[in-house]
């Protein structure tokens, strides 16, 4: 049973556009929820999180926003980036230690 | 400041071989984490240490493996009688939660992985 979710595989999106990348959980006892790139050959490095008592948290470019009721979260970069082309991985944590990971969205930012 | 380290970066043994991996966390990051990530998916968790003690074991899909910290820094991951399908990439990350002033959040920091292919 997923418990994160990533529908998109794939996104692709012109420079200077936004990207928004969306991901839905089922567990409702999640209360942390990040996002995650990653490029080839190397590990995830953490880019951006929000507590379940926010519905919003910004940090320069990526914004990460949080819908509770429907328990779905997206994650907007604007302007968008050839650097930024990469897997973003959403995953969650539910006051415990272990991070529940999606499946990835693969990213491509084109001139 | 170093992150993560993973040594190998790559292993490739037969089946059946015994393997171990390493995996040096970032100095003062008290918490640390195994995880696995198949071709195509997130990566699945499967232990964490809280210091010396495994904390959560729950992600260890079977008795041939086994994860240690004997001093709190260095950990190791072992997989005995290894089979085709543990190939996969291991990663390993660390956090401070649990340090004195650390992050009461949970922001992992991740290592470049090791890919274990079984032949």
């Known amino acids: 049973d997923q418990q994160v979710k990533q529908n998109s595989p794939s996104l692709s999106v012109q420079e200077g556009r936004i990207s928004i990348l969306n991901c839905d959980y089922t567990?409702?006892?999640?209360?942390?929820f990040l996002w995650y790139k990653k490029y080839p050959a190397e590990g995830p490095t953490f880019l951006i999180s929000i507590s379940s008592i926010k519905d919003k948290n910004e940090d320069g470019r990526f914004t990460v926003f949080l819908n509770k009721s429907a328990k779905h979260l997206s994650l907007h970069i604007v302007p968008s980036q050839p650097g930024d082309s990469a897997v973003y991985f959403c995953a969650a944590s539910e006051d415990t230690d272990k991070l529940i990971f999606g499946t990835g969205t693969r990213l491509q930012v084109f001139p | 400041g170093a992150g993560v380290s993973q040594t190998p970066s790559n292993k490739v043994t037969e089946k059946g071989k015994y393997v171990e991996l390493r995996c040096d966390p970032i100095?003062?990051?008290?918490?640390l984490y195994w995880y696995r990530q198949s071709l195509g998916q997130g990566p699945e968790f499967l232990i964490y240490?809280?210091?010396?003690?495994?904390?959560?074991d729950s992600g260890l899909p079977n008795d041939r493996f086994f994860a240690v910290r004997p001093e709190g820094s260095v950990s190791t991951l072992k997989i005995q009688r290894t089979e085709r399908g543990d190939s996969a990439v291991y990663l390993c990350?660390?956090?401070?939660?649990?340090?004195?002033?650390?992050?009461?959040?949970?922001?992992?920091?991740f290592g470049p992985g090791t890919r274990l292919t079984v032949l």
């Open positions: 990350a660390s956090s401070p939660k649990g340090t004195s002033g650390g992050s009461s959040y949970n922001e992992q920091f």
């Open positions: 100095s003062g990051h008290t918490a």
């Open positions: 240490f809280q210091g010396t003690g495994a904390a959560d």
């Open positions: 567990n409702s006892m999640f209360d942390y």
